[in-house]
């Protein structure tokens, strides 16, 4: 039993707020009344239950769906309209596969919705990002293996979601669109550097679900024009 693919393969476009990071009431509100398809609340490090209560609680106010990414078993918030586990690819330690998983799973798995709830295989690809130090992914991959990776995700675990993560830098849209090309079940989504309309877009073409996150705290008015670019893109034949 899984969350209705229809919910996530209708995003073309979403924010991604961090429970950590301090933004006002005036940007979240042009935020969840821009246009994007959904927010996903989400962060690597700092994020606990009470700052990930209280963004939950601010972003209510609107009718944008909203999902938890759950990166930490404390920061686990009932209220979400869907929920997202994260499941790191490409590191060497199971604790970030299934070890952490499975404990949280041992304590809450009576709990969870679980008709909204969906696994995210991760292939994080820039080394400087916190998510790679944090987890330890190996992000220097060659064309072989970025192909097992996506064969391991999309056609032996099955997992709904292949999130291509470059976090801090924009990535490679060439790589980015062969992976698409082999994906045959999985939702393409992708994050990492989009900073203008103009790297929206691209990222629109290669990949089915552009994320965008960073820039909303450095240049709100910047990434408020991803919304169109990507609504843009996605006009167009493929």
């Not at 246009?35 to 939950?56: E, M, P, Q, Y």
């Not at 992000?139 to 996506?150: G, M, N, P, Q, R």
Request: glycine share 8%.
């Amino acid at each position: 039993m899984q969350v209705d693919a229809a919910i996530y393969n209708s995003w073309r476009h979403v924010f991604k707020l961090d429970p950590d990071r301090e933004l006002d009431d005036e940007a979240l509100d042009r935020i969840c009344t821009s246009g994007t398809d959904a927010v996903i609340v989400g962060g690597s490090s700092g994020v606990t239950f009470d700052n990930t209560v209280d963004l939950l609680s601010r972003i209510r106010r609107y009718e944008v769906p909203c999902a938890l990414e759950v990166s930490s078993e404390d920061a686990a918030v009932p209220g979400f309209d869907y929920y997202f586990i994260p499941l790191v690819l490409n590191t060497p330690h199971g604790e970030w596969i299934v070890g952490r998983q499975i404990e949280a799973l041992r304590k809450y798995g009576t709990f969870i919705p679980w008709k909204e709830t969906a696994a995210e295989g991760y292939l994080i690809l820039n080394a400087e990002a916190e998510a790679a130090r944090l987890t330890g992914a190996q992000t220097v991959l060659d064309a072989e293996s970025i192909t097992a990776h996506v064969y391991m995700a999309d056609r032996l675990m099955r997992l709904p979601i292949l999130y291509v993560e470059y976090s801090g830098i924009f990535g490679d849209m060439t790589l980015l669109k062969r992976v698409r090309g082999l994906l045959t079940g999985s939702r393409l989504f992708y994050g990492g550097g989009i900073d203008s309309a103009d790297k929206a877009r691209q990222a629109a073409e290669a990949a089915h679900t552009v994320i965008v996150g960073n820039v909303l705290y450095d240049r709100l008015d910047a990434a408020l024009e991803t919304v169109q670019a990507v609504r843009e893109a996605s006009s167009l034949p493929e």
